[in-house]
C-alpha cells in the first residue's frame, strides 16, 4: 500500500534552518508530483511547495519563497524540502502528499517549531 514517512521536524531558533524528508513507498514515484503542506494550530491546511516528478516544475508558496527549496530523488524515492531563514510563524505540522492515480496520500506529519 502507498506509504509516507516525513522525518526531519525539531526545533529551531528563529534564522535557523532544517530539511525535512518524506519517504514514499508502493507506488511509481517518479510519475507523480509529491507537495509539502503545513497546517499550525486553529488553522486550515496550506500548501507549502509542489514538484513535478521529472523536478522541472516547482511551486511554492507565497510566504515561502525564497526560503524554503523542495527537492526530490527518485531513485531513493525521497522529496525533501530544506527550511532556510525559519522564522516563528513557520511553525506547523508539516505533510507530505501524494497524488496517485489512486487518490490522495498523506504522512502522519513532522512538527517543526521555530522558537527561541
Known amino acids: 500500500q502507498v506509504r509516507l514517512v516525513e522525518s526531519g521536524g525539531g526545533l529551531v531558533q528563529p534564522g535557523g534552518s532544517l530539511e525535512l524528508s518524506c519517504a514514499a513507498s508502493?507506488?511509481?514515484?517518479?510519475?507523480?508530483?509529491m507537495y509539502w503542506y503545513r497546517q499550525a494550530p486553529g488553522l486550515e491546511r496550506e500548501l507549502v511547495a509542489s514538484i513535478d516528478g521529472t523536478s522541472r516544475r516547482k511551486t511554492y508558496g507565497d510566504s515561502v519563497k525564497g526560503r524554503f527549496t523542495i527537492s526530490r530523488d527518485n531513485t531513493k524515492k525521497v522529496v525533501s524540502l530544506r527550511m532556510d531563514g525559519l522564522k516563528p510563524e513557520d511553525t506547523a505540522v508539516y505533510y507530505c502528499?501524494?497524488?496517485?492515480?489512486?487518490?490522495?496520500?498523506w504522512g502522519q506529519g513532522t512538527q517543526v517549531t521555530v522558537s527561541s
Open positions: 502528499r501524494a497524488s496517485t492515480n489512486r487518490g490522495l496520500f
Open positions: 508502493g507506488f511509481i514515484f517518479s510519475s507523480y508530483s
